[in-house]
C-alpha cells in the first residue's frame, strides 16, 4: 500500500516552512527577539517558522549559556562567520549601533534577509550606504520600531487614516527617563555603551526619540523641518574600556520643535534625566474633530476624545485596546484581557512573515527608517548651529 506523504499541518492548518534565523548579540533585545521567534506560530497562522538556528557574541561561555536557556541549535564567537554560513536565512542585528552597518552590508552580500535594531544606524550617510545595499541585494528588510505594534498605537493609526481626526494641528510626543543622573556612572564598555557616542553615535536623539520620530513619521506623515536643543548635563565621565576620564559627547536630553509636512506642529521631549520616570513614552495628537493620546506606562490603553460626542457625555474615554476588531487582538486571549511589551515584538515578526509569505515589503523597512535618521541628524545639527533645518530629502 503506498501511503501518500503529508506534510506537517500547524495547529492553525498552514504548511510551515522553515526560516533559519542567526542573530548577532544576545542583550537586551537579543531576549525580546528571540521569545517572539519562539512565541510567534503560536499565536499567529504563517507559512514561515523561525528556526533559533545561530546566536552569537565574543563571550563564547556566555553565548552557550544563552543559547541552552532559549533552545538556540549553535553558537559563534566572530559575526562573520554567521553572515556567511549557508544554513542561515535570516540575520537579525541585536548589537550596539556601530555594528549595524558592517553586519548588515556583510549579511545584504551574503544574500541575507535582515532583521536590523534601531537606529538603523549611527548617520545617515551610513544609512544611505545600508539601504543602497540592501537594495541591491534585494533581500527582504525591516528594522525594530517596535512601538508601532502595540495595538492601540496600530489603533491610533486606523483612527488617524480613517480622518477621524479631520485636519491635525498638533503632534506632542516625549521620551523620558532618570538611569544617567550619578556623575559617578561610567561610559562605555558592556553595558553602558550608551553613553559612548562612539558606540551609539548620540545620546538621547538616536536612542529614545528616533522611537518617537518614527511613530510620529507613521502616524502624521513626513517632518519638512526641525528646530532642536541639546544638552550634555555631566561633561566627562570615566570610560569603561580605556580607565580615563574622558569627554562625554552623547546628548543627555533633547528637545525639539518641528514642521510636519501636513501643516501640523511637532512637539519633541526626550531625557535621561527626568527623575522618576523609567521609560515614559507618551504621545498625543490633536486634531479639528478629535485627539487621541497614548502612554507606554499603560501601553494596552488609547486616550480617545471625540467633539462629535453628544455635549452633556462628552470627556475623554480610555479605550482598553483588547477586543478581537482591534489590531492584533484576535490572535491573543479572549476579550477583555490585554498584552504586553514583549508582544510588540512578536507582531513585528508575525507581520515581518506574513510580508515575505506575500511577497511584501514589511515596514519599517531600510529605506523608511532612514526617514528617522535624517531626522535625527537634523535635530543634531540644528542643536549644535542653533538653526532651523530642512530634512534632506
Ligand atoms: N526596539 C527597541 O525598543 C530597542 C530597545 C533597546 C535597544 N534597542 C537597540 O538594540 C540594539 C542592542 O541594544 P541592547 O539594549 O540589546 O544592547 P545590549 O548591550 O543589551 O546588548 C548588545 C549585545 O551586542 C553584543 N555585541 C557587542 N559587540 C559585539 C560584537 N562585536 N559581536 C557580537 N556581538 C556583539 C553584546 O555582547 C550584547 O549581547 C541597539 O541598536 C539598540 O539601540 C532597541
Known sequence: MVVARIPFISPMNVIMKNLNIGMIGYGFMGRTHSNAYSQVNHFFPLKYKPVLKAVCARDAEKVRSFADQWGYESVETDWRKVVERKDID????????????????????NGKMVLCEKPLSMNTAEGEEMVAAIERAGVPNTVWYNYRRAPAVTLAKQLIDSGKLGRIFHYRANFLQDWTISADLPQGGAALWRLDAAAAGSGVTGDLLAHCIDTALWLNGSITDVS??????????????????????????????????????????????????????????????????????????????????????????????????????????????????????????????????????CSPTFREALETQKVCDAVISSAKERAWKTIAS
Open 90 to 109: 535570516a540575520i537579525d542585528i541585536c548589537t550596539p549601533n556601530n555594528l549595524h552597518k558592517e553586519i548588515a552590508l556583510a549579511a545584504a552580500a
Open 228 to 361: 532642536a536643543m541639546t544638552e550634555t548635563f555631566i561633561k566627562e565621565r570615566k570610560h569603561t574600556l580605556t580607565g580615563q576620564i574622558e569627554k562625554v559627547s552623547i546628548d543627555d536630553a533633547c528637545t525639539f520643535f518641528c514642521h510636519f509636512k501636513n501643516g501640523s506642529l511637532g512637539l519633541f521631549e526626550s531625557t535621561r534625566y527626568a527623575r522618576g520616570h523609567k521609560a515614559l513614552y507618551t504621545l498625543e495628537v490633536n486634531g479639528e474633530h478629535a485627539s487621541l493620546k497614548w502612554d507606554l506606562h499603560d501601553l494596552h490603553r488609547l486616550q480617545w476624545f471625540d467633539h462629535g460626542d453628544e455635549g452633556i457625555v462628552r470627556g475623554w474615554r480610555s479605550v482598553h485596546v483588547s477586543d478581537s476588531d482591534q489590531p492584533y487582538m484576535k490572535n491573543w486571549w479572549v476579550p477583555g484581557l490585554q498584552i504586553g511589551y514583549e508582544h510588540t515584538f512578536i507582531h513585528q515578526v508575525a507581520d515581518f512573515l506574513k510580508a515575505l509569505e506575500e511577497g511584501k515589503p
